[in-house]
């Protein structure tokens, strides 16, 4: 992604550049003033082709200025349009600022037609720099109090599926160990296992390597953290889930992510694998699979696999000509000024410190937690506290190794120096599967104190991390060694069941909370955060069916379908669903016709047909019976389309017609879509046509995304039923741009197909880009959910075996390889651009 050079408010200007350079000046001094951020073509040298540079720019963008004088601009080579004309183009959904300089003395006259048929845009002529200046200021002021004030919420930041852990200190003393395994991972190795005890820093190298190699892998890396992986047949869920990936049940998740690695060039990282050793044939045949892949794993031990190049991470080194030089010395003092930003290393104290990273074997993680006690100990109190420990500490187990033995040790240690309170909240902090932010914190901990002063001196003490966020709000983890020992603890003392219900009953509310706006304006905020806490709602929904809560684990699940659905989780899903029917004694027939429902809406989405429909009749009265009309609704609409399939119109359009009445209203525009593609069956493209504008409209109003774009493509469908090329190719590039905009790689590569198949007679190279760009984000199990919703494509698709005969096999096989690399951003640009 070409990112704007700042992320507030953006601004895009475009205009020429040489004729009005004066007049672009004032526009960027305009912006400026108001505090917001210019967005200009020629603010930087960017690697990338100049049309790829201002279609990214626009997309980031809120605002569009544009600025008009003489010149149509400039061409490019194979383009159809000025980059000024498509940059218009481009901005039809933003708010547009429409500048015309006058009086000029020969305006080209494809600038003046393009003046002339603009449309829904403030408008306006100068004749100075100045005045310009003036007219852009206070139509900004003007625009972002009418336009903004009062809107929907901001969109948060995507969760970035994969990306790599940040650190907040620098990585000390392992230059040798960094430089070597870079030579691994880029000499060609396949798989290379990081291996060493817990708190030797494996993450950390790792990490650190991956960085330092990105570049040689065309699509990066990409992280998966496995710590809170339960079970070796859930690792291939685990990696789908890390890469963003919908799962289904239906096919095994490895099958999906081999399917989507297979055309990328990538370094996949593997953290916390010791747990999961007999799910190493899963990272084997994902390799086997994807030639292009690499993997980096950290674990306790090798995963002993064919081709596993190991890397056994050594202890800091305690060597240097200058003890104050070693490394284990320099990562305590860092850590030390961290803590107490005073300390500094003197002759006086130099011996104490040297000796106590000696007694900690080089280990990284014991260092720091010590190093963290200089606020209140000095180095020589800390050898004194910390000799004891090491010496009498019975609570560890003693056969185990040296290093191991002396982690447990130094965390005992640091345990016992918290405060009573500071304790009961760390042991109940355990609780927590993937961090937590300030609601939770609350939530979790005993009634009474302040838990964020409380927190503060865990996080000071080391024991609790606080990670950074893309949107800057707290949130804070532990170390998964770090995180055994508090469950320890918390079983220990006693907190195992108070800790629990007090994290579900948490984690049961946010859900209800999320509910209500899942599939309203603020759905991307609340998906957001259910993603970052899914690991917490799943250890809620098991502590909950554990215990045979089923009514409280139903209402959890029940309200966050969307989430499962529209974030690709089905599997998980499912599996929650299973244990709650089989508790199905424990449920009135009214919460077991939504159990039911709401398996059924899973087998739908991933493909299961004949298992949705038995478990939609199963539910059908049980909830009509309960009242329940949206329940039944949800079935209803699904039922129809299967009776249509089997050519029972009649049967078909009852159903449709009782989903609509007891349906809530943005299953209204479901309806319209469902009762269209019912239509298009029949022959009766009228009536199809009344419904498929009856359905975008509806979805508009609501607004609803999902809903406007099943009916694009339905609409597309009928467009290319009745001959109408350019305006299925309409619908289809306006489904892609919803599609695109939610990130929802299923739905981008079920539209790019279609398109590459209507582009294959006038384009058949962009044809196959398009196409190439398909295979490259599908999987079996995100295919499946467009085809839930929508009538098949009358085509095949794009017939290869013939493009490559047309093309030439070079060509095509050049155009495809282009068409893999390009992603969602430059495919939806190269389908737009020939709109």
Same mark, same amino acid.
């Given at each position: 992604?070409?990112?704007?050079?700042?992320?507030?408010?953006?601004?895009?200007?475009?205009?020429?550049?040489?004729?009005?350079?004066?007049?672009?000046?004032?526009?960027?001094?305009?912006?400026?003033?108001?505090?917001?951020?210019?967005?200009?073509?020629?603010?930087?040298?960017?690697?990338?082709?100049?049309?790829?540079?201002?279609?990214?720019?626009?997309?980031?963008?809120?605002?569009?200025?544009?600025?008009?004088?003489?010149?149509?601009?400039?061409?490019?080579?194979?383009?159809?349009?000025?980059?000024?004309?498509?940059?218009?183009?481009?901005?039809?959904?933003?708010?547009?600022?429409?500048?015309?300089?006058?009086?000029?003395?020969?305006?080209?006259?494809?600038?003046?037609?393009?003046?002339?048929?603009?449309?829904?845009?403030?408008?306006?002529?100068?004749?100075?720099?100045?005045?310009?200046?003036?007219?852009?200021?206070?139509?900004?002021?003007?625009?972002?109090?009418?336009?903004?004030?009062?809107?929907?919420?901001?969109?948060?930041?995507?969760?970035?599926?994969?990306?790599?852990?940040?650190?907040?200190?620098?990585?000390?003393?392992?230059?040798?160990?960094?430089?070597?395994?870079?030579?691994?991972?880029?000499?060609?190795?396949?798989?290379?296992?990081?291996?060493?005890?817990?708190?030797?820093?494996?993450?950390?190298?790792?990490?650190?390597?991956?960085?330092?190699?990105?570049?040689?892998?065309?699509?990066?890396?990409?992280?998966?953290?496995?710590?809170?992986?339960?079970?070796?047949?859930?690792?291939?869920?685990?990696?789908?889930?890390?890469?963003?990936?919908?799962?289904?049940?239906?096919?095994?998740?490895?099958?999906?992510?081999?399917?989507?690695?297979?055309?990328?060039?990538?370094?996949?990282?593997?953290?916390?694998?010791?747990?999961?050793?007999?799910?190493?044939?899963?990272?084997?045949?994902?390799?086997?699979?994807?030639?292009?892949?690499?993997?980096?794993?950290? !674990?306790?031990?090798?995963?002993?696999?064919?081709?596993?190049?190991?890397?056994?991470?050594?202890?800091?080194?305690?060597?240097?000509?200058?003890?104050?030089?070693?490394?284990?010395?320099?990562?305590?003092?860092?850590?030390?000024?961290?803590?107490?930003?005073?300390?500094?290393?003197?002759?006086?104290?130099?011996?104490?410190?040297?000796?106590?990273?000696?007694?900690?074997?080089?280990?990284?993680?014991?260092?720091?937690?010590?190093?963290?006690?200089?606020?209140?100990?000095?180095?020589?109190?800390?050898?004194?506290?910390?000799?004891?420990?090491?010496?009498?500490?019975?609570?560890?187990?003693?056969?185990?190794?040296?290093?191991?033995?002396?982690?447990?040790?130094?965390?005992?240690?640091?345990?016992?120096?918290?405060?009573?309170?500071?304790?009961?909240?760390?042991?109940?902090?355990?609780?927590?599967?993937?961090?937590?932010?300030?609601?939770?914190?609350?939530?979790?901990?005993?009634?009474?104190?302040?838990?964020?002063?409380?927190?503060?001196?865990?996080?000071?003490?080391?024991?609790?991390?606080?990670?950074?966020?893309?949107?800057?709000?707290?949130?804070? !983890?532990?170390?998964?060694?770090?995180?055994?020992?508090?469950?320890?603890?918390?079983?220990?003392?006693?907190?195992?069941?108070?800790?629990?219900?007090?994290?579900?009953?948490?984690?049961?509310?946010?859900?209800?909370?999320?509910?209500?706006?899942?599939?309203?304006?603020?759905?991307?905020?609340?998906?957001?955060?259910?993603?970052?806490?899914?690991?917490?709602?799943?250890?809620?929904?098991?502590?909950?069916?554990?215990?045979?809560?089923?009514?409280?684990?139903?209402?959890?699940?029940?309200?966050?379908?969307?989430?499962?659905?529209?974030?690709?989780?089905?599997?998980?899903?499912?599996?929650?669903?299973?244990?709650?029917?089989?508790?199905?004694?424990?449920?009135?027939?009214?919460?077991?016709?939504?159990?039911?429902?709401?398996?059924?809406?899973?087998?739908?989405?991933?493909?299961?047909?004949?298992?949705?429909?038995?478990?939609?009749?199963?539910?059908?009265?049980?909830?009509?019976?309960?009242?329940?009309?949206?329940?039944?609704?949800?079935?209803?609409?699904?039922?129809?389309?299967?009776?249509?399939?089997?050519?029972?119109?009649?049967?078909?359009?009852?159903?449709?017609?009782?989903?609509?009445?007891?349906?809530?209203?943005?299953?209204?525009?479901?309806?319209?879509?469902?009762?269209?593609?019912?239509?298009?069956?029949?022959?009766?493209?009228?009536?199809?046509?009344?419904?498929?504008?009856?359905?975008?409209?509806?979805?508009?109003?609501?607004?609803?995304?999902?809903?406007?774009?099943?009916?694009?493509?339905?609409?597309?469908?009928?467009?290319?039923?009745?001959?109408?090329?350019?305006?299925?190719?309409?619908?289809?590039?306006?489904?892609?741009?919803?599609?695109?905009?939610?990130?929802?790689?299923?739905?981008?590569?079920?539209?790019?197909?279609?398109?590459?198949?209507?582009?294959?007679?006038?384009?058949?190279?962009?044809?196959?880009?398009?196409?190439?760009?398909?295979?490259?984000?599908?999987?079996?199990?995100?295919?499946?959910?467009?085809?839930?919703?929508?009538?098949?494509?009358?085509?095949?698709?794009?017939?290869?075996?013939?493009?490559?005969?047309?093309?030439?096999?070079?060509?095509?096989?050049?155009?495809?390889?282009?068409?893999?690399?390009?992603?969602?951003?430059?495919?939806?640009?190269?389908?737009?651009?020939?709109?």
């Amino acid at each position: 992604m070409i990112l704007t050079p700042d992320q507030r408010v953006r601004v895009f200007v475009s205009s020429t550049m040489t004729e009005l350079a004066p007049e672009r000046g004032a526009v960027r001094d305009a912006v400026l003033r108001l505090r917001l951020v210019p967005v200009m073509f020629d603010q930087g040298a960017r690697p990338h082709p100049p049309s790829d540079v201002y279609r990214a720019y626009l997309r980031q963008s809120q605002i569009f200025v544009g600025v008009y004088g003489e010149s149509y601009g400039w061409i490019a080579p194979g383009e159809q349009v000025s980059g000024l004309a498509d940059e218009l183009r481009l901005a039809d959904e933003l708010p547009r600022l429409i500048y015309v300089k006058e009086p000029v003395r020969d305006r080209d006259p494809r600038l003046a037609a393009l003046l002339d048929g603009i449309h829904a845009a403030s408008y306006h002529t100068f004749r100075t720099p100045g005045e310009l200046r003036g007219q852009v200021e206070h139509d900004l002021a003007v625009l972002l109090s009418e336009r903004f004030a009062g809107s929907a919420p901001p969109q948060p930041p995507a969760v970035e599926f994969g990306r790599l852990p940040s650190f907040r200190t620098p990585l000390i003393g392992r230059d040798v160990e960094l430089a070597n395994l870079t030579e691994l991972v880029t000499e060609g190795a396949p798989l290379v296992t990081v291996v060493g005890p817990g708190g030797i820093g494996k993450t950390r190298l790792a990490v650190a390597a991956a960085e330092r190699v990105a570049d040689h892998f065309r699509d990066g890396v990409r992280f998966v953290d496995l710590s809170p992986v339960t079970s070796p047949r859930l690792v291939g869920e685990a990696v789908a889930r890390g890469l963003g990936l919908r799962t289904s049940g239906a096919v095994p998740a490895a099958t999906d992510v081999a399917a989507w690695l297979r055309t990328r060039r990538l370094l996949l990282v593997v953290d916390n694998f010791e747990h999961l050793a007999d799910a190493a044939p899963v990272i084997g045949e994902l390799l086997r699979t994807a030639h292009h892949v690499a993997a980096l794993v950290t !674990s306790r031990a090798p995963l002993r696999l064919a081709g596993e190049r190991v890397y056994d991470v050594p202890p800091l080194s305690e060597e240097a000509t200058d003890p104050a030089g070693s490394a284990t010395v320099r990562l305590f003092v860092d850590t030390a000024r961290a803590a107490s930003p005073r300390f500094a290393l003197t002759p006086e104290n130099t011996a104490a410190v040297v000796e106590l990273t000696r007694r900690l074997h080089g280990l990284p993680l014991a260092i720091i937690l010590a190093a963290a006690k200089v606020r209140v100990l000095s180095p020589a109190a800390i050898v004194d506290h910390l000799g004891d420990q090491l010496g009498l500490l019975t609570g560890g187990a003693r056969d185990l190794p040296d290093r191991q033995r002396t982690l447990r040790d130094t965390i005992t240690w640091s345990y016992r120096l918290l405060r009573p309170a500071e304790r009961a909240l760390f042991d109940r902090l355990g609780v927590f599967a993937s961090g937590w932010d300030l609601d939770a914190l609350t939530a979790v901990a005993e009634p009474g104190g302040d838990p964020l002063t409380l927190l503060e001196a865990l996080v000071e003490s080391t024991l609790v991390r606080h990670d950074a966020m893309p949107d800057g709000e707290p949130r804070f !983890s532990m170390l998964d060694t770090i995180r055994t020992y508090a469950l320890e603890r918390m079983r220990d003392g006693g907190q195992w069941e108070v800790a629990h219900e007090a994290h579900a009953t948490h984690y049961l509310s946010m859900a209800q909370a999320a509910e209500p706006h899942l599939n309203r304006a603020g759905g991307p905020l609340w998906l957001r955060r259910l993603e970052l806490d899914r690991q917490n709602v799943i250890a809620a929904l098991d502590w909950l069916l554990d215990g045979e809560d089923t009514p409280r684990a139903l209402r959890m699940i029940w309200s966050t379908w969307a989430f499962w659905w529209r974030r690709g989780h089905i599997e998980e899903a499912t599996r929650q669903l299973d244990r709650i029917l089989g508790q199905d004694h424990r449920l009135t027939e009214a919460q077991t016709g939504r159990a039911l429902l709401a398996a059924g809406i899973m087998a739908f989405v991933s493909g299961q047909y004949d298992r949705a429909e038995d478990l939609f009749l199963r539910a059908l009265p049980l909830l009509r019976a309960a009242g329940d009309g949206p329940g039944a609704s949800f079935a209803l609409g699904p039922l129809g389309q299967f009776a249509a399939l089997r050519g029972e119109f009649e049967q078909a359009r009852a159903f449709l017609d009782e989903a609509r009445e007891k349906g809530e209203n943005w299953q209204e525009g479901l309806y319209h879509s469902r009762v269209a593609r019912l239509k298009i069956a029949e022959g009766d493209y009228d009536e199809a046509l009344t419904h498929l504008r009856d359905a975008v409209e509806v979805a508009r109003a609501v607004p609803d995304q999902f809903v406007e774009l099943i009916a694009h493509y339905t609409w597309a469908v009928w467009s290319v039923d009745r001959g109408e090329q350019a305006e299925a190719r309409r619908h289809l590039v306006d489904g892609l741009a919803l599609g695109a905009a939610a990130g929802d790689e299923a739905a981008v590569a079920q539209f790019l197909v279609a398109l590459a198949d209507l582009d294959s007679h006038g384009e058949p190279e962009l044809a196959v880009r398009l196409d190439a760009a398909a295979q490259a984000l599908r999987t079996p199990s995100n295919e499946m959910w467009m085809r839930a919703f929508v009538a098949p494509w009358p085509a095949t698709g794009l017939d290869r075996a013939a493009t490559r005969s047309r093309l030439g096999p070079e060509a095509y096989d050049r155009a495809w390889q282009s068409g893999e690399e390009l992603g969602i951003e430059r495919a939806v640009a190269a389908a737009t651009a020939r709109r």
